[in-house]
Nanobody, 126 residues
Framework: QVQLEESGGGPVQPGGPLKLSCAVSGFPYSFYCMGWFRQPPGKEREPVAIIDNDGRSNYADSVKGRFTISQDTAKEAVHLRIGMLQPEDTAMYYC????????????????????WGQGTQVAVSS
């Protein structure tokens, strides 16, 4: 059974860094894409960063230069580092996975990801 579990969210001050992590278990596929999505209050879920297991990654235009997605060496976790947090980064952040590459896609829709975590809330406020 595939399970994704996010961690690292919470209340944070503007300007600070934050690292979100997604622990992955039971994922049997050799070729896959992992993604981080976020859903601000009252808005739709949007992709912010994606990475294929061959290391290729892609980012939403709004977060380029501030967000970094990475995999650990054992590829059992995916991380999202956020620099210079802004109030507009406030959202529920979700980890997602699919059994195919997707890093070349522009704004991959949530519907192409088969597996999701429960999310971790990030609240940026002074």
């Amino acid at each position: 059974q595939v399970q994704l579990e996010e961690s690292g969210g919470g209340p944070v001050q503007p300007g600070g860094p934050l690292k979100l992590s997604c622990a992955v278990s039971g994922f049997p596929y050799s070729f896959y894409c992992m993604g981080w999505f976020r859903q601000p209050p009252g808005k739709e879920r949007e992709p912010v960063a994606i990475i294929d297991n061959d290391g290729r990654s892609n980012y939403a235009d709004s977060v380029k230069g501030r967000f970094t997605i990475s995999q650990d060496t054992a590829k059992e976790a995916v991380h999202l580092r956020i620099g210079m947090l802004q109030p507009e980064d406030t959202a529920m952040y979700y980890c997602a996975a699919r059994a195919a590459y997707c890093a070349t896609m522009y704004k991959p829709p949530p519907t192409i990801f088969s597996y999701w975590g429960q999310g971790t809330q990030v609240a940026v406020s002074s």
